[in-house]
């Protein structure tokens, strides 16, 4: 009787785990062609179980070759079937990067089209071609706005709060000290552990990709024009381009990352940068109301941070406007309305709860 194999460096152990992968993955194509009602998508992912069922062959036969033993019946993971429950609860765009982890492919299918672009497919993927560029140029700074608004209205409620409940000027500034290195530590953490975990899936599936391209890449081509044909392009069309692209691999790569898997090699950034990016923005929205605590006299401390937070609220909606194309002036009084409506609760809250104590 052969013994299970758990050395993860042998061939035996890769060629095992990716014959359960490609099982899985065609598990899930059916659950996705089950329940899709449009037609195109749902022979799309007839398509692609039958091309997972053909790679699961391929690795098949390198298990036997290898002296391995391949299961006569194959059955979910607990994991799987979870993911193929959630998918008829929630839908299928609520659990893409999760199908994307699982090496489900043609996820690109379920994002938007660019409005007057169709269906054209570059066929070498660069900056000045690629439809799947982000949208929005300016998401760096759109970031870092609203990381200043979060900092700004979470420590304006915070130190309010405090005040209510509190007249002491230290507990209210060290109130402030502590919430904005709180929040921002918390924000910085929260960012980095993100961006890390995106790039760490990304790097796995391209590396898997990278392997799949070089074992069979007719397969792969196949895979490609099936996506291309469910998004309008005849199939005959589809396959003569994928044929085109997978003659240079680096570009092949890139494709197959964005169509395959519904990947933006382009949106991810460095862990340590969006650490970095989110603490200093939380940092200088933090610090505007609490700067009047420093340096004011104890008497206009509380009213001037007040004043401070909303005139920040007031900035901060305007820039927004900027992305919006909404009037300045309109988007800073919302803004006003909503972060200094949630200071004010915060400071009666803090009044009731001084009061009820006292």
Excluded at 21 to 47: H, I, M, P, R, T
Excluded at 261 to 281: I, K, M, R, T, V
Excluded at 312 to 337: E, I, K, N, P, W
Aim: hydrophobic residues 50%; aromatic residues 6%.
């Amino acid at each position: 009787m052969n013994k299970p194999n758990t050395n993860p460096d042998t061939p035996l152990f890769s060629a095992q785990t990716s014959w359960v992968s490609e099982k899985e993955a065609e598990y899930l194509y059916g659950v996705l062609a089950s329940g899709e009602l449009d037609a195109a998508k749902k022979a799309l992912f007839e398509q692609l179980s039958n091309e997972a069922q053909n790679q699961a062959a391929v690795w098949a036969a390198s298990i036997d070759r290898l002296k391995g033993v391949v299961p006569q019946r194959f059955t979910p993971s607990p994991r799987t079937k979870l993911v193929a429950m959630l998918i008829r609860r929630l839908g299928v765009r609520q659990l893409l990067p999760v199908l994307a982890a699982m090496k489900v492919r043609g996820l690109s299918v379920y994002r938007s089209v660019t409005p007057g672009l169709g269906h054209e497919m570059p066929v070498a993927i660069t900056p000045e071609n690629s439809r799947h560029r982000g949208v929005d140029s300016g998401g760096s700074l759109r970031a870092a706005v609203f990381g200043v608004n979060d900092g700004l209205v979470s420590n304006l409620s915070l130190i309010l709060g405090v005040a209510g409940a509190a007249s002491e000027p230290q507990t209210i500034v060290l109130a402030g000290i502590a919430g904005l290195l709180a929040g921002a530590f918390s924000m910085a953490a929260g960012e980095y552990i993100s961006i890390r975990s995106q790039r760490e899936m990304f790097e796995y599936q391209i590396g898997l990709e990278r392997e799949e391209l070089a074992l069979y890449p007719a397969q792969e081509a196949e895979e490609l024009a099936l996506i291309y044909q469910a998004r309008g392009v005849p199939l005959a069309a589809a396959r003569s381009l994928t044929a085109k692209l997978l003659e240079n691999p680096a570009h092949a790569l890139d494709t197959l990352a964005r169509e395959e898997l519904g990947l933006n090699p382009d949106e991810l950034g460095s862990p340590w940068g969006a650490a970095f990016s989110s603490f200093l923005a939380f940092t200088v929205g933090g610090i505007v109301p609490l700067l009047p605590l420093l340096f004011a006299s104890k008497a206009w401390a509380v009213p001037l941070s007040a004043v401070f937070g909303v005139l920040g609220l007031f900035v901060v909606g305007a820039t927004l406007s900027l992305f919006t194309g909404r009037q300045a002036l309109r988007s800073g009084l919302r803004m006003v309305l909503i972060g200094g409506g949630a200071a004010l609760v915060t400071f009666l809250v803090g009044k009731l709860m001084g009061v009820s104590l006292s």
